[in-house]
């Protein structure tokens, strides 16, 4: 069983920065796709950024590109999301998925297995 934790959430003015972190229990081979995932309340689950990790190709969602940066170390089997020029919509909860399979459909979150418990965004104006 794949075990993600997700860390680097906080409470930050617009126009801040955070780097959320997504640890996996386990990495390399097993786990092609890592993708994060936002949630605010009351609107859907929104597929912001992936990297298939064997070829560390990114794809991003149109509302963060440019903003959000997706990396990952493989020697510390974690996967990175920076966020910059945070903005009072960015406010969500942040989550990390993975799955074995890299799919074109990244950010359907039916297409992942393992999830973390997530990690809060606030961004204030």
């Known amino acids: 069983q794949v075990h993600l934790v997700e860390s680097g959430g906080g409470s930050v003015q617009a126009g801040g920065s955070l780097r959320l972190s997504c640890a996996a229990s386990?990495?390399?081979?097993?786990?092609?796709?890592m993708t994060w995932f936002r949630q605010a309340p009351g609107k859907e689950r929104e597929g912001v950024a992936n990297i298939a990790t064997p070829t560390g190709n990114t794809y991003y969602a149109d509302s963060v590109k440019g903003r959000f940066t997706i990396s990952q170390d493989n020697a510390k089997n974690t996967v990175y999301l920076q966020i910059n020029s945070l903005k009072p919509e960015d406010t969500a909860m942040y989550y990390c998925?993975?799955?074995?399979?890299?799919?074109?459909?990244?950010?359907?979150?039916?297409?992942?297995?393992?999830w973390g418990q997530g990690t809060q965004v606030t961004v204030s104006s």
């Open positions: 386990e990495y390399n081979y097993r786990l092609n796709a």
């Open positions: 998925a993975a799955d074995e399979i890299w799919r074109h459909a990244w950010s359907d979150g039916t297409n992942y297995n393992y």
